[in-house]
C-alpha cells in the first residue's frame, strides 16, 4: 500500500477519532494526499499558514509504502464489523467514546492498523495505523513536505464546494 499521512507528535494525541495515546501513537493516512490533507484541515474554511501548525509544529506531508501483507482490518468490510462487533454507523462517528474504544480493540488483537473510509467523502481509502507497529514495515519515498498556504492539496480543499 502506498499512501501519505501526517504525523502528529505524540503529546498532541488524544482528542483524535482513533487515538489511544496511552497504547500507541496514531498515524492518519490516506492512499490520496489530497484526503490527508482534506482530514487534517476539514475544520478550516480560509486557511491561513497558521491553520498549518498543531502544538507549535509545521504540518508535514510525506508518502511511504508499508508491506501489504500488514495486518490492517478493513472496517468497510461487512465481515470485519461482523469480527468487531460493530456497524458502520459506530465507525463513521465523530463520537470519540465509541471510535476510540473501537480502535482500542483493533489494537489489542495484534493488528497494525485498520483502514476505513472517510467521513469527507466515502471513496478516499484512510487507514489508522498504529505507528509503532507498523514503523518497521514503512519505508519513506522521498523527503516529507512542509504544508504551506499555497500547497496544491491545500489550495484545492480550500476551494471545494
Known amino acids: 500500500m502506498s499512501t501519505a499521512a501526517l504525523l502528529p507528535p505524540r503529546r498532541l494525541q488524544g482528542g483524535g477519532r ?11 493516512c490516506s492512499t490520496d494526499s489530497l484526503a490527508c490533507v482534506s482530514e487534517a484541515l476539514q475544520n478550516f474554511r480560509k486557511i491561513k ?21 500488514r495486518k490492517t482490518p478493513n472496517v468497510d468490510d461487512p ?12 465507525v463513521a ?4 467514546l465509541i471510535t476510540q474504544p473501537l480502535a482500542r480493540k483493533i489494537f489489542e488483537r495484534g ?21 509503532e507497529q ?16 499555497d500547497s496544491s492539496e491545500v489550495l484545492r480543499i480550500q476551494y471545494r464546494e
Do not use: C, Q
Request: no cysteine; charged share 25%; proline share 4%.
Open 111 to 131: 493488528n497494525d492498523g485498520m483502514l476505513w473510509w472517510s467521513t469527507i467523502e466515502s471513496a478516499w481509502i484512510n487507514a489508522t495505523l498504529f505507528y
Open 134 to 149: 507498523a514503523r518497521p514495515f514503512m519505508k519513506m519515498i522521498g523527503a516529507p513536505v512542509a504544508l504551506k498556504h
Open 79 to 90: 465481515n470485519v464489523l461482523l469480527e468487531f462487533a460493530t456497524r458502520p454507523s459506530k
Open 93 to 96: 462517528t465523530r463520537e470519540r
Open 49 to 69: 499558514d497558521s491553520d498549518l501548525f498543531r502544538g507549535g509544529n509545521r504540518l508535514h506531508l510525506f508518502k511511504f509504502r508499508l508491506d501489504d501483507a
Open 18 to 28: 482513533h487515538d489511544n495515546a496511552d497504547l500507541y501513537t496514531a498515524l492518519y
